[in-house]
């Protein structure tokens, strides 16, 4: 390995200096911690996203990026279609969720306190792209 790889700075971003100008869907904040624009990160972003107590995110995906998500506190849910059905995933602090390429989902937070989580993407770019439903075209009926 070459002498300048070896010889890079580590880069620290302090909790007080995530950034909100990253790509945002209804219901939720996204802030910015690691990425191309705030580190030089070639290969993933990494961040925080806010759901208040009682709230839900808009429909969304991320793109080609693969999504690992850690939930550090409440009790959100995360929500895909499953065929003709909506599944929710409901978790509690320590629990990590796995989200595939391209595939439709939303936060929702029956809970009574903010749910936090941290998510890292395989992307150095926050990758988002809001969508009107879960499925490709009309929603099936009522949710179940």
Do not use: C
């Not at 909100?20 to 996203?49: C, F, H, N, V």
């Not at 959100?76 to 390429?101: C, H, M, N, S």
């Amino acid at each position: 390995m070459s002498d300048d790889l070896w010889h890079r700075p580590l880069t620290q971003v302090r909790a007080g200096e995530l950034l909100g100008d990253t790509g945002q869907t209804s219901g939720m904040t996204r802030w910015e911690a690691i990425s191309g624009k705030s580190t030089g990160a070639e290969k993933l972003w990494m961040g925080q996203t806010h759901v208040a107590a009682g709230a839900r995110s808009g429909d969304h995906h991320h793109g080609e990026a693969e999504t690992a998500i850690f939930v550090l506190s409440g009790t959100p849910a995360f929500v895909f279609a499953d065929g003709d059905r909506e599944v929710r995933l409901q978790t509690k602090p320590g629990d990590y969720i796995f989200v595939p390429p391209y595939v439709p989902h939303r936060e929702e937070n029956p809970g009574a306190v903010e749910a936090v989580v941290v998510i890292a993407r395989s992307s150095q770019q926050g990758i988002v792209v809001n969508l009107e439903s879960l499925w490709p075209d009309t929603p099936p009926g009522p949710a179940s």
